[in-house]
């Protein structure tokens, strides 16, 4: 079953950015009414205080951490992949002199500490399986 998902401008945009643009304390209700218009199933927002905790909604409220969590409890093989791809990209940019911080460190400054630990766990076991002897068959 395909399910649609309506990303709350607030997690596209940055923290400082958010805080000028979007000084909403009202309940969110033109992210509510964009997420019954769209017929999503599930509504992605950083700010997710301010929707009610209800199962009277029509929809489910994940944050991105939780979200993210989500997809690895669902397909861990293609998060440690894309993990695998961070970890080379970041490199490269390590070798030509950019300062970058570790995957679960930035995970952990972008507010998604659960998914920081399961892309940790990621990192641990590539670096396990590339240290492995390699086996024929």
């Given amino acids: 079953m395909t399910q649609r998902i309506f990303v709350d401008s607030n997690v596209l945009a940055s923290r400082t950015i958010r805080d000028w643009l979007f000084l909403l304390h009202i309940d969110d209700h033109h992210v509510h009414a964009a997420t019954l218009a769209s017929r999503a199933d599930k509504l992605l927002t ?3 205080r301010d929707f009610p ?3 009277d909604l029509p929809y489910e409220i994940y944050t991105p951490d939780e979200l993210l969590v989500l997809i690895d409890d669902s ?6 992949s894309v993990t695998r791809e961070q970890i ?4 490269k940019r390590r070798d030509e002199g950019d300062a970058v911080k570790q995957l679960d460190e930035a ?6 500490p659960a998914f ?3 892309v940790r766990a990621h990192v641990i076991a590539l670096a396990g399986a ?4 390699s086996r024929s068959l």
Avoid: G
């Fill in 46 to 48: 950083s700010n997710d």
């Fill in 116 to 118: 920081a630990e399961r």
């Fill in 75 to 80: 397909a861990p093989y293609h998060v440690r």
């Fill in 107 to 112: 995970l952990r400054d972008a507010d998604c």
């Fill in 53 to 55: 905790e209800s199962d």
């Fill in 88 to 91: 080379d990209y970041w490199q």
């Fill in 130 to 133: 590339a240290s492995a002897p």
